[in-house]
């Protein structure tokens, strides 16, 4: 069975910053791709992020380049999303997401577990 839970979602204001944590467990990753997701109300789930666990490739939609970092720490099996230069379009409920590598890893249907999200909210 495998685990992933997020954390460290919030209330923060707009150009605020946060950092999200995807931490995982019930198998090695060590070869695997680790997503971001992201699904405001009434719109369907997005692509944020993603990076591949072993080589540390990344992909980022084009609206959080510059702003938003995905990173990995491979001890504690977690991987890391942070979130600076916040705007009220990136609230939304943050998912992230495992999977192995199968090329370009921005689509849902790449990725087999999921967790269970945290709120990002951004007030203006």
């Known amino acids: 069975q495998v685990q992933l839970v997020e954390s460290g979602g919030g209330l923060v204001q707009v150009g605020g910053s946060l950092r999200l944590s995807c931490a995982a467990s019930g198998r090695t990753f060590s070869s695997y791709a680790i997503g971001w997701f992201r699904q405001a109300p009434g719109k369907e789930r997005e692509f944020v992020a993603a990076?591949?666990?072993?080589?540390?490739?990344?992909y980022y939609e084009d609206s959080v380049k510059g702003r938003f970092t995905i990173s990995r720490d491979n001890a504690k099996n977690t991987v890391y999303l942070q979130m600076n230069s916040l705007k009220p379009e990136d609230t939304a409920l943050y998912y992230c997401?495992?999977?192995?590598?199968?090329?370009?890893?921005?689509?849902?249907?790449?990725?087999?577990?999921w967790g269970q999200g945290t709120q990002v909210t951004v007030s203006s």
């Open positions: 990076i591949h666990w072993s080589g540390g490739i990344t």
């Open positions: 997401a495992a999977g192995p590598p199968r090329g370009i890893m921005t689509m849902r249907s790449k990725y087999d577990y």
